[in-house]
């Protein structure tokens, strides 16, 4: 199979995306059925041909084709099959066809699953997606073209970096696209609104379920991500601040305050130009974060290899699609004020306030991103911006939410707290501080700890409660609704995340020990004695690994074995040895020979004691189920039926939307 | 003789190897007690490594990080204090290696920034949410009962 | 009129990472400017690396300006600097002083026999330790010492014809201008 033919394949998915981007929109403007129609057709055929320039790609690398330059930088002969796959977007080139894949996965689902959208509208949104992948398809082959050659062929490639040789390679990127892409859905449903000109809100409930999706799985990606890097880069970190890291937060920030949005202005009709310009927020720093990454601006460890060039296009990219956009905001979002009122003390209110702080958070982390960059500009000198900095003013913006969060569920829309409100805040709040007494004296009085119990008893007691009040209040089958039950689980996913990050920040223990065989050492309660170190083979490397037993109380119960792997071309990566649980994960790593060259005397070694680490992402991954639940809601479910009429599982409340504003 | 020479090629040769394979982030250095370490850990936590840009010098496998966490060390055994520390490395390496970027004027946008944000944000949110709820008694006083009527109560 | 803002906003963020793709195209990225030009070089004391016996001090050095190119032998980009160095030390009208960085003594003997040495002499920092005083992170580094000991240039990477003519041949000019 030739590479040629994926070369090919990229360029008629492009000719595809071109049809699909500008006919059916001149269509739409023009009333024109025919060439409305052109946009599921014309979104089938470039899914299927850039699809087969992947598995093209893919094939290239399971067959060690090393005369593609591409496969030959990034694999080589005793790369093992799973990770050749993973390769495929290890890198640049083959990291843009995977986003190509999936903008086309989200286009097609849309085609199908889209069917009840008014025709002119389904035309608008197929078409802006089909645009977008224009950009991406003739950036691949204008730029970075994955089936380059490289003659003459190498005997050998040159390696996958060990760092990406691990299983959270093989969906982080995956997770994290369909996350970053899945939001190109909402944008295009609010650009299809804007030059339509008909501002109903119904095209948000359209909107809502694909947005959430979009959020779960980035969600998801964040974790894996997190999670990877805890796993593999041996020390104990989970989030650095990282710029890359911080280009995929801040789609997520944005992305949480869309969701609430969406909710308010398909419920009440309300904030309707301010969810379409969070629509387009969400989308643009998507893309932002695509150009951070490979336009060479950042130093990071994740960024790709930059070149000028490719940073150029994409910034004219950028301007093109996000300064287009924001210009048909300005020209053509409702000036008018639409749907209904609210009171001061409301739902809507506290979910404006919850926007509020989300999207100055946003703020924040693009500010203190690109600070850097702005020093350089204004000649201030080369200045760092890092967790200090981050970690601070985060976890200042997100107090507020963290306060509001149980009561959402006891608010009204329009007007006032439900008569529960007080009695929910006066619960919620004595078992936080009931919870943090009793943590105080467990923790030794650590401050971020107790108020990590508090927070998260706080958030928790108030989901808890809204639980057990509609089980009671509620006949069987009508007390959780899917969205309401997304909800519930995520908000509950944030009491969880809240105990992983601060209990484990606050009560970690960290020691760099050197240990010869046979040395005990104590830490967080657990001993760890070092037995040696003995070589080892894998499928392509070799390691010095230790062995090191753990006890508690005297009694061994688990052997830890961490690893110094060396990999082709005499690229060294430690293996850290974790032993994962519930409230706490033992992490050992190992260092040095601490005389140099005796590899049987002592070795340096370092040594975690992480207390409820793994709430961190399992909290994450509560409010990734949370978005795919809230997405599958009945009420968002299409039937054959004209968008006009109502179908007949809706609650009640929702006829009332149809015929408003 | 020539086991002098023997000897410092190998030296050289191991000087080489272990510049081939990364020096360490771990480092064990001899702490006077835990309280110590913890200070060391978070102070070299907060310093940026020269030449492994992205990494904290607590994590930096490069020789010249384990230098600098060698020559904090000493200092801390000096009895300076945190801030002391951190200067001597800004007179030498400017402010780039400190991750905590100092507040001064030419910071001032990044640590007041988001606070000037949320407070035009604040505004605004203010601003919609007083004409919403003008609108809403305005709507109770011309059309009594239906502003309560209208809303969904807690309703999904 | 307040919904151009977001649009305004994006053209001030455009334009922020427009120049950064420019600026990233004609400076180093990972070069962070030293803090002691036009301020004191540190004290230093450093055996000579063909003859330990011998320590060299700043005060030794100070009433004429001198270069000081900081250099090891397990520094590529080092082998990529020396041949200008061989073919231009003798222009630069002030003396190369070699600094050997981080290096075995005899790895660094070998490396300039077999490449040529351009230097007037080399001193051995074998530790490192003085290096930090003079806020090098990195090889090679080229220092310009005035007669007082002031640094009044760094070149934070290898000096190449362009660098030579478009900044160090200038700074050195200036030198001369103040101290005929």
Redesign the interface.
């Known amino acids: 199979m030739t590479p040629e033919l994926g070369q090919l394949a990229l360029i008629l998915a492009l000719l595809l995306a071109l049809a699909q981007g500008i006919l059916p929109l001149i269509g739409a403007w023009r009333g024109s059925r025919a060439l409305m129609a052109v946009a599921r057709p014309a979104a089938a055929g470039q899914a299927v041909f850039v699809a087969l320039s992947f598995l093209i790609l893919v094939w290239a690398f399971l067959h060690f084709d090393f005369s593609v330059r591409y496969v030959a930088e990034n694999s080589n002969l005793e790369l093992p099959w799973y990770y050749r796959i993973a390769a495929t977007w290890g890198a640049h080139e083959g990291s843009l066809l995977l986003w190509i894949l999936i903008l086309n996965l989200w286009t097609v689902a849309l085609a199908i699953f889209g069917r009840n959208l008014p025709e002119a509208f389904a035309a608008r949104v197929l078409g802006v997606m089909g645009l977008i992948s224009v950009g991406f398809l003739s950036f691949t082959l204008f730029t970075s073209d994955p089936f380059a050659r490289l003659l003459p062929s190498p005997m050998n490639g040159a390696d996958l970096n060990p760092v990406l040789q691990d299983p959270g390679m093989t969906f982080h990127p995956p997770m994290l696209y369909m996350g970053y892409v899945g939001f190109s859905v909402a944008f295009a449903f609010a650009i299809a609104a804007l030059l339509g000109g008909s501002m109903e809100p119904s095209w948000v409930r359209q909107a809502r379920p694909w947005t959430n999706a979009a959020w779960g799985f980035l969600s998801c990606g964040i974790v894996a991500g997190s999670w990877w890097a805890y796993s593999e880069?041996g020390?104990g970190?989970w989030w650095f601040w990282?710029?890359v890291e911080n280009a995929s937060f801040m789609p997520w920030l944005v992305g949480t305050a869309l969701i609430h949005a969406q909710a308010i202005t398909e419920?009440r009709g309300?904030?309707r130009?301010w969810t379409i310009?969070l629509s387009?927020?969400a989308f643009?720093l998507s893309l932002l974060g695509t150009?951070l990454v490979r336009?060479?601006?950042l130093?990071?460890?994740h960024a790709f290899a930059?070149d000028?060039r490719r940073?150029?296009y994409i910034?004219c990219y950028?301007?093109v699609v996000?300064?287009g956009s924001?210009?048909l905001?300005?020209?053509r979002?409702p000036?008018v004020?639409g749907g209904?009122?609210?009171?001061?003390v409301s739902r809507?209110?506290a979910m404006?306030?919850g926007n509020?702080?989300f999207?100055?958070a946003a703020?924040?982390v693009m500010?203190?991103t690109?600070?850097p960059?702005?020093?350089?500009?204004?000649h201030?000198?080369?200045?760092?911006?890092?967790?200090?900095?981050f970690g601070l003013?985060f976890p200042l913006?997100m107090t507020p939410v963290v306060l509001l969060l149980p009561l959402g569920?006891?608010l009204?829309?329009?007007?006032g707290g439900?008569g529960l409100l007080k009695g929910v805040l006066l619960r919620c709040g004595i078992a936080a501080v009931a919870c943090a007494l009793v943590a105080a004296f467990f923790v030794h009085g650590r401050p971020r700890a107790i108020m990590g119990v508090a927070a998260a008893v706080w958030v928790a007691a108030g989901v808890v409660l809204y639980v057990i009040r509609r089980w009671r209040e509620m006949p069987r089958g009508r007390r959780y609704?899917a969205?309401?039950a997304g909800m519930l689980l995520a908000h509950f996913g944030v009491a969880v995340f809240l105990i992983g990050v601060l209990l484990s920040e606050s009560l970690s223990v960290?020691?760099?020990?050197?240990m010869s065989p046979g040395d005990v050492q104590t830490i967080g309660g657990y001993q760890f004695r070092f037995d040696g170190i003995k070589q080892t083979l894998g499928p392509n490397w070799h390691a010095e690994q230790a062995t090191v037993v753990v006890s508690r109380d005297g009694k061994p119960f688990t052997v830890m074995h961490p690893q110094k792997r060396?990999y082709p071309h005499?690229q060294?990566q430690?293996e850290s040895a974790v032993d994962p649980g519930i409230t706490r994960d033992l992490y050992v790593?190992?260092?040095?020979p601490?005389d140099?060259?005796n590899v049987h005397g002592a070795w340096?070694?370092?040594v975690y004691y992480k207390p409820f680490v793994r709430w961190i992402w399992g909290g994450g991954l509560f409010m990734m189920l949370g978005g795919f639940v809230a997405a599958f809601d009945r009420r968002f479910r299409y039937r054959r039926a004209t968008a006009t009429e109502p179908a007949a599982d809706t609650?009640p409340?929702a006829a009332p939307r149809e015929a408003g504003a | 003789m020539t086991r002098r020479w023997l000897h410092a090629l190998l030296a050289a040769f191991a000087l080489a190897m272990a510049a081939a394979a990364a020096a360490q982030a771990i480092d064990p250095l001899p702490f006077r007690d835990h309280a110590q370490e913890v200070r060391f850990q978070h102070l070299t936590s907060q310093l940026r490594c020269m030449v492994c840009q992205n990494e904290t010098l607590a994590d930096s496998n490069a020789g010249l990080a384990r230098d600098m966490r060698h020559k904090v060390f000493q200092l801390m055994q000096q009895g300076k204090t945190d801030a002391q520390i951190k200067q001597y490395l800004v007179d030498r390496y400017s402010d780039f290696v400190l991750y905590d970027p100092p507040v001064q004027p030419d910071t001032w946008l990044l640590w007041f920034g988001p606070f000037l944000i949320l407070a035009a944000g604040g505004i605004a949110v203010a601003l919609v949410v007083r004409r919403r709820s003008r609108a809403r008694t305005d709507m109770a006083a011309t059309q009594p009962g239906t502003a309560d009527a209208d809303d969904n109560g807690d309703d999904w | 009129m307040n919904r151009l803002v977001p649009f305004l906003a994006f053209v001030l963020l455009a334009g922020l990472l427009g120049f950064g793709i420019w600026w990233n195209s004609s400076h180093d990225p990972t070069a962070v400017p030293s803090p002691l030009i036009d301020k004191p070089a540190p004290a230093f004391a450093l055996p000579e690396l063909d003859d330990p016996a011998k320590v060299v001090t700043k005060a030794s050095l100070l009433g004429k300006p001198y270069l000081l190119n900081v250099f090891a032998s397990w520094c590529y980009v080092c082998g990529e600097e020396h041949p200008v160095l061989m073919a231009e030390a003798g222009q630069f009208g002030v003396p190369l002083i070699g600094y050997n960085y981080k290096d075995a003594p005899a790895d660094a003997k070998a490396w300039l026999s077999r490449h040529g040495n351009p230097y007037a002499m080399v001193l051995a920092d074998r530790s490192g330790q003085t290096a930090m005083n003079f806020g090098v992170y990195g090889a090679p580094e080229t220092y310009l010492i005035d007669a007082r000991g002031i640094i009044r240039y760094k070149r934070i990477g290898p000096l190449t014809p362009t660098v030579i003519r478009t900044q160090l041949e200038p700074a050195i000019a200036a030198l001369k201008k103040e101290a005929p």
């Open positions: 880069l020390w970190g990282d710029p419920k309300s904030l130009a310009l387009i927020f643009s150009f336009s060479g601006l130093t990071s460890v930059s000028p940073g150029l910034l950028l301007a996000v300064g924001l210009l905001y300005a020209l979002a000036k004020m209904k009122p609210f009171a001061v809507e209110t404006l306030i509020l702080m999207t100055v703020a924040m500010l203190g690109l600070f960059l702005i020093g350089d500009a204004l201030m000198g080369r200045i760092s911006v890092g967790p200090p900095y003013l913006l569920p006891y009204r829309w329009g007007k439900s609704p969205e309401m960290t020691r760099d020990v050197r060396t005499d060294v430690t790593a190992l260092g040095e601490m140099a060259g340096g070694l370092r609650t409340a």
